[in-house]
């Protein structure tokens, strides 16, 4: 499967994993389908954000009521590796739920798409578009 992404999106996840940097950013991506449209920045509330990250659970709540009463679907998560690589660590696997929603992980100046299934991370095709 390829997903799209909107070139705004994606220049948000870039923006948001040099802003928390040294620590991990994350997020919302909010869209329809298989298209990306836009990035919703959340708190890390992690207690460790330089090696975790844990969306404000508020924000994702929001974001869901909001999906219900007809805004962007909630297509997935996103957050940063400072020092790491785009790929899902140990610890993304183990808080894997399997609920086949979209994880974009930011590290070294590249944004990956992994899709989260029962039977682990598949990495996802993308293209940017308009």
């Not at 696997?93 to 930011?106: K, L, N, P, Y």
């Not at 989260?116 to 095709?125: E, I, P």
Request: hydrophobic share 40%; glycine share 8%.
């Amino acid at each position: 499967m390829i997903i799209e992404v909107t070139s705004g999106a994606l220049a948000t996840l870039h923006r948001e994993a040099a802003r928390a940097a040294p620590e991990e950013c994350c997020g919302l991506l909010l869209g329809s389908g298989a298209r990306i449209e836009t990035v919703d920045a959340t708190a890390n509330v992690a207690a460790d954000r330089r090696v975790r990250f844990e969306i404000d659970p508020l924000a994702l709540l929001a974001a869901h009521k909001a999906a219900r009463n007809g805004g962007p679907q909630v297509l997935g998560y996103y957050h940063s590796h400072p020092k790491g690589h785009p790929v899902p660590s140990a610890t993304d696997c183990e808080h894997s739920t399997g609920d086949s929603r979209v994880w974009a992980i930011i590290a070294d100046g590249e944004v990956a798409f992994w899709r989260d299934s029962a039977n682990g991370f598949a990495l996802l095709d993308f293209r940017v578009r308009d």
